[in-house]
C-alpha cells in the first residue's frame, strides 16, 4: 500500500475522478437548464377546473397547469383562505396559467385541491398567442369578416387561413415600416444635421435652402406613398376577428390582427406537438421580445451578443499579439518589463464593473464626448458617440480580456526554439520578417487559444455592458441597410442582460422564469458555438504548423 501511495497512482485516480465529477456536474446542469428552459414551448394540456367554494359558489377556471406543492392547512388558513371543515393536513395546491389578462387580474392564480368539483381536458379548447396581453384560451364560436359572420364547415381550418393572411399582411406592413418607411426617415434626418452643419460653419445659403426643401419635398413625396400603402396594409388585415368563449361565458372579440398563433393543445397527437415545439422554438430564436421581454423571441439579444464579441475579438486581438511580441521580442528583461508583466497579469483580477466604470469615463465621456465635438457638432447636444454603444461595449471588453490574449500569445512565443529564430535571421531574414513569417504563425495557435478564453469571458459578461453599451429593448440593430451600414454608436441588447432582466426586473416572475432558463441555454449555446468555431481554427493551424515545431 505504501508502495502504492509513493507511486503517485491514487493522485492520479482522485484527479480523474474530480474531473469526471466536474464533468458530470456541468453536463446535468446544462442539461437541467435545457429542460426547464425547451420545455416551455411544448404545448402544455389546458385542462378546464369546475370549483367550489366555501361559501358554495361555484365557477370555471380554464388554464395551463404550471405547478403544484403541497402546504399544511394551517399556513393555507393563515393565508386568509377558507377551508371547508372538514379537510386534511396537507393540502395540495396547483399554479394555473389562466390568461386572458384584460379580463383576469392576474396570468397565473392558485387553486386548492378542496376547490376542485371536476377536472377535464376538452379537445376543443383553443389557445391563441397574441400580440398584445398575453395567451386567451376559450372556445371558438365563430368567425367575423368586416364585421358580418362568417359560415365555415371547417372553423379550425378556416381559423388558420384567415390568421396565416393576417399575419403575412402584418409582416408585409412591417417590413414596409423598418425598410423603405425607415430610409426615409434615416434620409430626413441626415439632411436635417447636414443643414444644421453648414448652418453652424455660415455656409447655408439660399441656393442650399433651396437643394435641401426640393430634397426633403422628394423624400416627403415618396412617404406620402408609402404611408398609403402602410395603412392598406393594416386595413385589410383587421378585416377579420374571431369571437371565443371565454370560462366565464363572455363571448370575446379578439381582432385577428393581434392573433399570432393558435392551436388546440388537448387535440394535438406527440407529432403535431413536436411541430409545434420546433415552430414555436425557431419563432423564439429568430423573433423580437413583446410585453416586457415576457413574451416573443430574442433575437436582437443573439445579434447584439454575437455582434458586440466578433468586434471584441476583432479588437482584442491584434492589441494583444502586438503587445506579446514586444514584451517577449524586444522589450528588455529588467525591472520595468517585469512591473508590466506584474501588471498586465494583476489586470485579470480587477472586478469587471470597475471596467464598466472606467469604459463609461474614459471612452463615452471623454473619447465619445471629444469625437462630437469635433465631427458631429451638429447634432449637439444630442450626443453621437458621446452616449453608450456598441463600440464601447467592445472596447472596455477588449481592455478587460486583454491579459488573456498577452498572457497566452507569449506562451506560444515562449515555447518556439530559438534555433527558429537564429536560422531564419542566418538566411538573410530581417527580425521583423521572422517574426511575421515564422514565429507568429507558429505563435498562432497560442493566439487562438488566447481568444476562445478572451469569448468565453466577454460573451457571459454583464455588470460593465449595463454602463457602456446595452438596454432593456435596443429599437433596432447596429446593423441596417442604411450608410454607413454598421452603427457602431447604437445601444444593443445582450443575452446575458436579457436574463437579468426577465428574472429580476420582470412585472409577471412566474411567466419569465422559463424564458430566464431558455434564454441562459441560448446563452450557453452561443458561447459553445463560438469557441467551437475557434478551437476548429485553432486546429487548422496547429496542424498546418506542426512541421516547423519538429
Do not use: C
Request: aromatic content about 10%; charged content about 20%; overall charge negative.
Amino acid at each position: 500500500m505504501r508502495n502504492w501511495f509513493k507511486s503517485g497512482a491514487p493522485w492520479i485516480w482522485m484527479t480523474g475522478g474530480a474531473v469526471s465529477i466536474s464533468l458530470v456536474a456541468v453536463v446535468g446542469l446544462l442539461v437541467l437548464i435545457a429542460w426547464r428552459g425547451l420545455s416551455f414551448f411544448w404545448p402544455s394540456t389546458v385542462y378546464e377546473f369546475d370549483l367550489e367554494e366555501p361559501n358554495g359558489q361555484r365557477h370555471t377556471v380554464i388554464g395551463e397547469l404550471y405547478d403544484s406543492e403541497k402546504v399544511s392547512a394551517e399556513r393555507v388558513l393563515s393565508s386568509g383562505v377558507k377551508l371547508p371543515e372538514q379537510h386534511d393536513e396537507v393540502i395540495t395546491r396547483y399554479l394555473l396559467k389562466t390568461g386572458n389578462r384584460e379580463y383576469v387580474d392576474l396570468d397565473f392564480r392558485w387553486i386548492m385541491e378542496t376547490q376542485i368539483k371536476t377536472k377535464t381536458a376538452p379537445q376543443d379548447i383553443a389557445v391563441f398567442e397574441r400580440s398584445t396581453n398575453g395567451n386567451f384560451y376559450g372556445y371558438v364560436e365563430g368567425l367575423l369578416e368586416a364585421g358580418e359572420a362568417v359560415n365555415a364547415t371547417d372553423k379550425r381550418a378556416e381559423l388558420i387561413k384567415r390568421m396565416e393572411r393576417a399575419i403575412a399582411l402584418n409582416q408585409q406592413a412591417d417590413d414596409l415600416q423598418h425598410g423603405p418607411i425607415g430610409s426615409i426617415n434615416y434620409e430626413l434626418e441626415r439632411l436635417r444635421l447636414k443643414e444644421r452643419g453648414l448652418a453652424l460653419n455660415g455656409e447655408l445659403d439660399e441656393a442650399a435652402k433651396a437643394d435641401f426643401e426640393a430634397q426633403r419635398q422628394a423624400l416627403h413625396d415618396d412617404y406620402l406613398v408609402l404611408e398609403k400603402e402602410l395603412f392598406a396594409f393594416r386595413d385589410q388585415a383587421s378585416r377579420d376577428a374571431v369571437i371565443v368563449r371565454d370560462m366565464d361565458g363572455r363571448q370575446v372579440t379578439l381582432p385577428m390582427q393581434k392573433v399570432l398563433d393558435v392551436h388546440f393543445p388537448n387535440d394535438m397527437g406527440f407529432f403535431a406537438k413536436f411541430g409545434h415545439w420546433v415552430h414555436q422554438l425557431a419563432k423564439f430564436v429568430s423573433s423580437d421580445p413583446r410585453e416586457a421581454n415576457t413574451e416573443g423571441g430574442v433575437f436582437p439579444a443573439i445579434f447584439g451578443t454575437v455582434f458586440m464579441v466578433m468586434l471584441m475579438a476583432v479588437i482584442v486581438t491584434p492589441l494583444g499579439v502586438v503587445a506579446a511580441i514586444y514584451l517577449h521580442e524586444y522589450a528588455k528583461k529588467g525591472p520595468i518589463t517585469k512591473m508590466i508583466r506584474i501588471a498586465v497579469i494583476n489586470l485579470a483580477g480587477v472586478p469587471s464593473i470597475v471596467y464598466g466604470v472606467f469604459g463609461l469615463g474614459f471612452f463615452v465621456y471623454m473619447v465619445g464626448g471629444s469625437l462630437d465635438q469635433i465631427f458631429y457638432p451638429e447634432a449637439l447636444p444630442s450626443p453621437t458617440f458621446g452616449s453608450p454603444g456598441v463600440i464601447w461595449s467592445a472596447l472596455t471588453l477588449a481592455i478587460l480580456t486583454l491579459p488573456v490574449v498577452i498572457v497566452s500569445t507569449e506562451e506560444g512565443l515562449s515555447r518556439i526554439p530559438s534555433s527558429v529564430r537564429q536560422g531564419s535571421l542566418a538566411l538573410g531574414a530581417t527580425k521583423a520578417e521572422t517574426l511575421w513569417r515564422i514565429i507568429v504563425p507558429m505563435a498562432s495557435p497560442a493566439i487562438m487559444t488566447g481568444l476562445i478564453l478572451a469569448v468565453a469571458r466577454a460573451a457571459g459578461e454583464v455588470a460593465p455592458l449595463m454602463l457602456v453599451g446595452v438596454v432593456k429593448m435596443a429599437p433596432t440593430l447596429p446593423l441596417d441597410g442604411n450608410f454607413p451600414y454598421f452603427h457602431l454608436e447604437r445601444k444593443f441588447m445582450h443575452l446575458g442582460f436579457h436574463i437579468y432582466d426577465v428574472g429580476f426586473q420582470s412585472p409577471n416572475v412566474e411567466a419569465a422564469r422559463p424564458l430566464v432558463y431558455a434564454t441562459a441555454f441560448l446563452l450557453v449555446t452561443v458561447i459553445i458555438g463560438l469557441n467551437m468555431s475557434a478551437i476548429s481554427i485553432r486546429n487548422r493551424l496547429r496542424e498546418k504548423f506542426r512541421s516547423l515545431d519538429q
